[in-house]
């Protein structure tokens, strides 16, 4: 029972936007996620033009904006596994619908021999943290006022019960409000 009390109690500090919280997050789960998303890429040519840290790190890029502006509710670290699980496996199938639209010939790319290269360690580097906390950023610019309002009042640990009675609407519609926001912003950003 101590690990579910820490993880809900990481999670919550992830939601304000704790980054000593995201880097322990990674830190705990980013080896069984990479793990899970080499045994996704299952196809050698998606493989050789993307790899399991780009699946990873797109993922929990997603994971902390969404959990950073309310959208995510957890409270075990089964129910976090459960979600990136399902995550990694719609990035990677999104991966693959890309690379067969762009029909992508493989062939030209370079091969790189893994013993050439210097393998990174598993801590997220400084550029990871920046990066994280500037896509944070561009995702709360490009917010509405409400939406903004809605996404400060989830980062402050509301609930959606508590929010929709004080806005008068449903908790429902606000979740969605608020999800289809981050939506729009990805594809935006994504589009940049």
């Not at 704790?18 to 980013?30: F, G, S, T």
């Not at 040519?45 to 969404?66: E, H, K, Y």
């Not at 400060?152 to 908790?171: F, H, Y």
Request: aromatic share 6%; glycine share 4%; hydrophobic share 40%.
């Amino acid at each position: 029972m101590p690990e579910v009390a820490s993880f809900r109690d990481l999670f919550e500090q992830i939601c304000r936007g704790d980054q000593q919280a995201a880097r322990e997050l990674l830190y705990r789960y980013e080896r069984d996620l990479r793990i899970l998303a080499r045994v996704r890429l299952t196809d050698p040519n998606l493989r050789r033009a993307i790899d399991s840290m780009d699946v990873c790190q797109s993922v929990f890029g997603v994971f902390f904006a969404r959990a950073a502006a309310g959208l995510i509710d957890l409270d075990t670290p089964e129910q976090f596994l459960r979600l990136m699980a399902t995550m990694i496996h719609n990035k990677v199938i999104d991966y693959a619908r890309r690379f067969q639209s762009r029909r992508r010939d493989v062939r030209r790319q370079l091969d790189v021999n893994a013993g050439d290269m210097q393998l990174a360690g598993s801590d997220p580097t400084a550029s990871q943290v920046v990066s994280g906390r500037e896509l944070l950023e561009k995702y709360e610019a490009q917010l509405t006022p409400e939406e903004r309002q809605l996404a400060e009042m989830r980062k402050a640990g509301r609930k959606w019960e508590d929010i929709a009675r004080e806005l008068g609407s449903t908790p429902d519609s606000l979740r969605k409000r608020l999800s289809r926001a981050i939506e729009r912003i990805s594809r935006e950003i994504h589009a940049e």
